[in-house]
Structures are given as structure tokens and as C-alpha cells.
């Protein structure tokens, strides 16, 4: 018979109604319990706050009640020393002093109880010291993985994509009206990793608004406001926000700690490896900045870097201090470290609240991963280089991202190729990261001209964003519609494109930001087939709604300018073209500088504005000083740069400066030869405007070699049939038949002047994307 107590103990709470899954860990606690035998079973589940913990505790605890599993279940609130021993004193019997060590006695007497100790966080607490003596059944939930040295423990992380959709169904309700819930659903529980507070917090906002769709987008644009507002109607019983379950545990740890966690956000969210930093302090490298140098040396030694040295004790005090609150994880078989994808979007919104710029910590973490690189031979560099970038896709990811801007299009291939197979490896083909990464490598084979190779990359994105019901797919669609364009596929591209507009037009309306996108981009392939008022009835449409949502000056409103001020252009228009352009220039110069990319490009294409009405002495100065401008910006070989060699080339042309152009146009020849290859698009661009520079001294043999290389280029790589083909063989007909009536006239004519040869072409595949061109193509998926 049972002592008589002073009061009553506190009873296990019930899970929450709609609690869902977690099937295969009950069943494991219930073994646990069931086979288990000795003097005390204890049984930890500890992982990040919000992973749902206590609601696998309390669900445990009701099955076990309701299979009269236990003679009692008591519940004991661990959170601190004070509330543990408030709630052990309610087990205190009758007759004796109302003290936790009372109540734990009284408890050792008894037989086949359970005790659940709940948040158990306190890494000062000593949580075993509240163990009653003798046997008995003990469940602690904790975000401390290392309690898990009392017993048998389980490490809760996320849900089964299967629960966490048929969880975020329940909490829904019949309140969504979406077709395909199941697959919006599954889309929405992807994007918060099938976390389990997370999930329930869209349930709240749907049920409201009744449209699953619409949270999947609101959440792409607002994660942060979202994950920060408290569940709508209190459908989960922290009764915080996502972010807020962890904004305790960052005020616990030491700078150190919250340094080492700030790092990590920057990097992937699995296999971070701990060499990265200790490589970085041991380096004896200058960074060229010397500001970056010291705040780098400053983020360093606050998780062990010490005078070109490394202390390992600093370094695991602050890797301890956060696995203690599970913010990061740690595998020891290669001494790596993970940490959850939303905890690193919390991490990044709490530092972008502290420091006065995230993009500094940023640039220093960067640095931090160039410095831990050595360039050495031996087998330890080579494993460590190939593990950060095949392991850490995140870093291979960012690195691609500058060699791309830096116009390495090669060597940012060789790297999106790696990560790209990486994530189909570790995350599948189909994963929403693996698509991205497919996408970015379409995008470098695009600009590189291996249009076919981009289309499969592509085709394939859209295939499987349509099985998944993606919002995405459109997207991908207007991507296809762009290369279809590069290649010369009018219609396609055409047919594509409409169909994408009257969706968006039907989903978003017609003044929608992503509707006049498409609309843009429609006007694109109209020029590209001469259709110009088509073109410019599109753009008139989406410049006088722009100015109306961003006004005149906004960028954005500003490059919608541009386009429309190209077609002008096109159109023989060229004072209304100029005038256009000349609005956008002075704009550009007030917001952004005289040498701001956004204004050297205008520059340019107020250029090539002159060049089309043959005032060469107009165009050349803006040459010149848009030419000075890009080698300071980006260098003497950038892309971009050599784009702007051409245009320069053309107008010497134009002036008859035939040696000047000729230089020119060597140079740029030569820099795509060795950095994009004999057969990319630009290359052989600058071998017919080589050529005709050398038609227009006479030089037939020189020209006709140029242009027969290139016909024969292109007849392989495109067929001969397309339209880059058979205007290189109309100008192979030209100086063949130059030469002809040249050695008609006189024979042992062999050099000379003349504005024979047509006029200069500028790459089909950089039409003005990015920065340069009298197109521009910026609004492009």
C-alpha cells in the first residue's frame, strides 16, 4: 500500500492532439523498457529545442498509461535546479519534511514507476543527483547530447518527410482547397526540413488563409519574419516561435561559442570539417586587405587560433559549449561538425542583428577557407582540398560563384560539376539542391556556348520540377525559352514563352513583377525576329508599369529603359533611342559613379547607338573611357572587357584605322582562343571580325582562311541550316567575291583602303547579358 503524500505530483502532460509519427522510436523506448533489467533504466532523447522531444516523451508516456505499463508516471520539470526540486518536493510523503530529497526517497520505495524529467537543458545541472536510489525507470528530455551518458539514448532530429507532411495535412485540416495537397504539402515540409515546430506553424497560417500555395511562397521571401512569429492559435504547446525555442541557448555560450556558430552558418550544413580552421591560423599567408587580415585573425582567435598557432582546447571548449544546446553536431569518426539548415538561417538573422554588416563575416569566412587551402603535394592536402570541395558542396558552390563572376567559365564548370554530382549522390536527383545546382551549371555552359549541353541540364530541371508540382516549373520553362533563343530556335522559344506568360498573367496578374519579367523576356525573341512593335508594345507595357510600382529612377525601371530604347535602335530610331539611353546614362551617374558597372555598360550602348548612325567620333571617346574603366574593374582579359575591345575595334573600322582595329581584334581573338577555346560562339565572332577587317586592307588569303574555319565551325557544331551558319557563309561568298572583282580590276592588286566587308557582329552568346550589349538581359531566370 502506497504512502499517503503532503500534495499532489505533477502528472505527465498529454501530447498534443495532433501529434503524428515517430512511430519507430516509441516502439524502441517501449522495448527498451519492456527488456530491459537492472537497478534503474534511464532513457535520453536529446536534440535541437523545437525537434520535438517532449511531445515523443509525453505520447511514450500516454501509450505506457494506457497499456498500465508503469504503477505511476510523474513528471518533473528540469529546466533548472529550483523547478526540479519544486516539483520532487509534491512526492514527498506525509508525516516527513517537504524537500526533493524527501520525495525522492519516498519514490525509492516504490516499484515500476516512471519519471520523466522534461528540458533538462542546464549544462551547470547536475541532473543525475535526482535519480531516486535503487530501481526504477527514468526518461529525460534534453538538448544536451552528452546526458546521454546515464542510459541508452536516442539523438531526435527531423521527421520523416511522410510524417511531417501528414502532420502539416492534420493541422490544415479541410481548410485547404489546393489540387495536389499531398505533393504541395510534401513541397512545404521540404522547404523547413520536416522539422517538427516548424511544421506546425504553417498549420496555423493555412488553416486561416485555406491555401497551401500561398505559404509555400510567402516563405521563400519571408522565412525569417515567418520562423520568428509565434504559431497561429497555439497549435503546438512551447507556445514560442521557431526561432525563439533557440534565442536562450545563444545567450548562454561564450563569444567564443556564438563565433565559432556564426562560422559554421556561412559553411554547408554538413561536414564542416574542424581543418578549415586550424589550417587557417596556422597559415603563414598575407591577405592582401589588411583590415580583412585583422578581423579574420580576430574571428580565429576566438575558437583557437593563437600567433600563427592553433590551441585545440580553446577550440573543443567552444565546440562543446554548442553541442551542449545541440546547435551543432559532431561526427567523430572524421572530426567534422553539422549544424541544421534553419538553425543557420536563425544564427544568420541574429548575427545580421548584431553586426552592423553580415557581408563582412561573410568575406572573412571566405578568407578563412582561401587560407586553410595549401597548395602543396603531399596525400593530406590533396585529401583535405578534394574533401572541401566534393563534402562541403556549400564551399565548392561559392567558389564556382566568384570564378563565374570572374568570367573563369572553364574552371567554375570544372567546380559546379563536382558539387552538382556530390548532391546527386548525397541528396539525390531530384532534391531541390541537386536541381539548383543544375541549373547554375546550365547557366556557365550557356555563357560558354555549349548550348545543348545547357538544354539536356535544363530539360531535365523542368521535368522533374513538373513531377513535383513545383512553383518553380515556370521558371524553368522561361530558362529553356532563353536558350532556345541563344540557339537561334525563334519559335521555340516563342512558344514557350507565351504559354509561361499566360500563366503567370492567370496565377499573378498582369502587373506582377515576374509577369513583366516574362514579358521582357517575350520582347527579346520578338527582336530576335525582327517583330519590333511587337517588342515594343510589350516593353512601353512594362516601363510605364515599373515607373508606376518603382518610379523613373529605380534600376530596375532604369534597365527596362534600356531594352526599349535598343529596340528603337533596331528600328532605325535612333533619336529616340539616344535620348532614351541619355536619360538612363545621367541617371546611373548620379545613383551609382561614373565607373559603376551599370553605368559603363549604358556608356556602351549609347556607343553603339553612335556606331549604328556612322558618328565614329562620338562613339570612340565613350569607348575609350568605358574600355579604361572595365580592365580597373575586372582586368585586361575579362570577358566583358574584350567585349568592349570589339565594339572599339569596330569603330577604328568605321573611321578606317585599319591597323588599330586589327590590333585590337587580335587581341581579343587570342584571350578567347586561350580561355574559351577555338569553337565557343565568341571566339568565332572575332575570327569573322578579323576577317573582315583584313577584306577591308585587301588581305583576301588571310580573310578567307578566317571564314572558311569558321563556316566549317559552325556546319559542325550547329548544322548548316542555322542561322550563325549561314551568315558566316554569306560572308565567306562576300570576300570570295571581293577578291574576284578586285583581281578583275587589277590583279597584282594586293593591298589597299575601303569600307568593303559588311559590318562587325558582337557574340551571340553575350548579347548584353549581365553588363554589356544594346540588350539587356538581366530580367532572365
Not at 587560433?305 to 573543443?316: E, H, L, P
Not at 513583366?516 to 508599369?545: C, G, P, R
Not at 546611373?588 to 565614329?616: C, D, F, S, V
Request: net charge negative; charged share 20%; hydrophobic share 35%.
Amino acid at each position: 500500500m502506497q504512502e499517503a503524500r503532503l500534495k499532489s505530483p505533477k502528472v505527465c502532460p498529454e501530447p498534443v492532439p495532433k501529434f503524428t509519427g515517430r512511430r519507430g522510436i516509441l516502439q524502441e523506448i517501449h522495448q527498451f523498457y519492456t527488456r530491459q533489467s537492472g537497478s534503474r533504466l534511464v532513457y535520453v532523447l536529446h536534440g535541437l529545442g523545437g525537434a520535438g522531444k517532449s511531445q515523443l516523451a509525453f505520447k511514450f508516456a500516454q501509450e505506457a498509461q494506457e497499456n498500465n505499463r508503469f504503477s505511476d508516471i510523474f513528471y518533473v520539470d528540469a529546466s533548472s535546479q529550483q523547478t526540479a526540486e519544486d516539483d520532487l518536493k509534491l512526492l514527498a510523503p506525509a508525516g516527513s519534511e517537504e524537500t526533493a530529497n524527501s520525495g525522492l526517497g519516498w519514490l525509492a520505495r516504490q516499484k515500476e514507476w516512471l519519471l520523466v524529467f522534461d528540458n533538462a537543458d542546464d549544462i551547470q545541472l547536475d541532473i543525475s543527483k535526482f535519480f531516486p536510489r535503487g530501481k526504477g525507470n527514468i526518461l529525460i528530455t534534453t538538448r544536451n547530447p552528452q546526458l546521454s551518458m546515464h542510459g541508452e539514448d536516442f539523438k531526435v532530429s527531423d521527421m520523416d518527410v511522410d510524417d511531417a507532411k501528414d502532420l502539416l495535412l492534420k493541422l490544415v485540416g479541410k481548410k485547404a482547397v489546393d489540387n495536389n495537397k499531398e505533393q504541395l504539402a510534401t513541397d512545404i515540409v521540404m522547404e523547413l526540413h520536416c522539422f517538427a515546430l516548424a511544421v506546425t506553424q504553417p498549420g496555423g497560417y493555412i488553416h486561416a488563409r485555406g491555401k497551401l500555395d500561398t505559404y509555400l511562397n510567402l516563405y521563400k521571401t519571408s522565412r525569417d519574419a515567418l520562423l520568428n512569429q509565434k504559431e497561429v492559435q497555439g497549435q503546438d504547446q512551447y507556445g514560442f516561435a521557431v526561432y525563439a525555442t533557440w534565442a536562450l541557448s545563444y545567450k548562454l555560450p561564450s563569444p567564443g561559442g556564438k563565433c565559432l556558430l556564426q562560422i559554421c552558418s556561412q559553411l554547408h550544413h554538413q561536414n564542416i570539417p574542424q581543418e578549415i580552421f586550424e589550417n587557417a591560423s596556422l597559415s603563414n599567408t598575407k591577405l592582401e586587405d589588411p583590415e580583412l587580415q585583422i578581423e579574420v585573425a580576430a574571428l580565429l582567435a576566438h575558437i583557437g587560433g593563437q600567433n600563427k598557432g592553433w590551441d585545440q582546447m580553446v577550440f573543443d571548449k567552444c565546440a562543446g559549449e554548442l553541442q551542449s544546446f545541440s546547435l551543432i553536431g559532431q561526427n567523430l569518426l572524421d572530426n567534422s561538425y553539422s549544424i541544421h539548415p534553419l538553425v543557420q538561417h536563425w544564427s544568420n538573422e541574429t548575427t545580421s542583428q548584431i553586426h552592423a554588416q553580415l557581408e563582412s563575416l561573410k568575406m572573412c569566412v571566405l578568407a578563412i577557407i582561401g587560407l586553410s587551402i595549401s597548395k602543396g603535394n603531399t596525400m593530406e592536402e590533396h585529401q583535405y582540398r578534394h574533401k572541401l570541395v566534393a563534402i562541403d558542396t556549400y564551399v565548392g558552390d561559392t567558389l564556382a560563384f566568384v570564378l563565374y563572376e570572374g568570367g573563369q567559365f572553364k574552371n567554375a564548370i570544372k567546380l559546379q560539376v563536382v558539387v552538382m554530382e556530390a548532391r546527386k549522390q548525397h541528396l539525390g536527383e531530384d532534391h531541390s539542391d541537386t536541381l539548383h545546382s543544375m541549373d547554375t551549371l546550365a547557366m556557365s555552359y550557356w555563357r560558354q556556348g555549349q548550348w545543348s549541353d545547357a538544354e539536356d541540364l535544363v530539360v531535365f530541371v523542368l521535368e522533374a520540377r513538373k513531377r513535383k508540382l513545383s512553383p518553380s516549373t515556370l521558371y524553368s520553362m522561361n530558362y529553356l525559352a532563353s536558350i532556345y533563343l541563344s540557339q537561334g530556335r525563334w519559335h521555340d522559344a516563342l512558344a514557350l514563352q507565351v504559354v509561361v506568360l499566360a500563366a503567370f498573367k492567370q496565377r499573378l496578374g498582369v502587373e506582377h513583377p515576374d509577369t513583366l519579367s516574362t514579358m521582357n523576356n517575350l520582347a527579346a525573341t520578338y527582336n530576335s525576329q525582327h517583330q519590333w512593335k511587337d517588342a515594343e508594345d510589350l516593353q512601353i507595357f512594362v516601363l510605364e508599369t515599373r515607373k508606376k510600382q518603382l518610379g523613373e529612377n529605380h534600376p530596375e525601371t532604369l534597365a527596362i529603359t534600356n531594352n526599349l530604347a535598343a529596340t528603337y535602335s533596331s528600328q532605325g530610331k535612333h533619336s529616340d533611342a539616344e535620348t532614351l539611353k541619355l536619360v538612363v546614362l545621367e541617371a546611373y551617374k548620379r545613383q551609382l559613379g561614373k565607373e559603376h558597372p551599370n553605368t559603363l555598360t549604358i556608356m556602351n550602348n549609347l556607343a553603339l547607338n553612335y556606331q549604328n548612325q556612322e558618328q565614329w567620333t562620338d562613339a570612340e571617346p565613350l569607348q575609350l573611357a568605358v574600355l579604361e574603366g572595365w580592365k580597373r574593374q575586372v582586368g585586361a582579359e575579362h570577358p566583358l572587357t574584350l567585349t568592349i575591345m570589339n565594339n572599339l575595334a569596330a569603330t577604328y573600322h568605321g573611321l578606317g584605322q585599319w591597323k588599330d582595329a586589327e590590333a585590337l581584334q587580335v587581341t581579343v581573338l587570342e584571350a578567347r582562343k586561350q580561355h574559351l577555346g577555338g569553337e565557343h560562339p565568341d571566339t568565332l565572332v572575332s575570327m569573322n571580325n578579323l576577317a573582315r577587317t583584313y577584306l577591308s586592307q585587301h588581305r583576301f588569303g588571310e580573310a578567307e582562311a578566317l571564314e572558311v574555319k569558321v563556316v566549317e565551325t559552325y556546319k559542325q557544331l550547329l548544322g548548316e541550316e542555322h542561322p550563325e551558319t549561314q551568315i558566316s557563309m554569306q560572308s565567306l561568298s562576300r570576300i570570295q567575291q571581293e577578291e574576284k572583282i578586285m583581281s578583275d580590276v587589277d590583279p597584282f592588286l594586293k593591298a589597299g583602303s575601303g569600307k568593303a566587308g559588311g559590318h562587325f557582329r558582337e557574340s551571340p552568346s553575350t548579347p548584353g547579358m549581365f553588363f554589356f550589349g544594346d540588350w539587356d538581359y538581366a530580367s532572365l531566370p
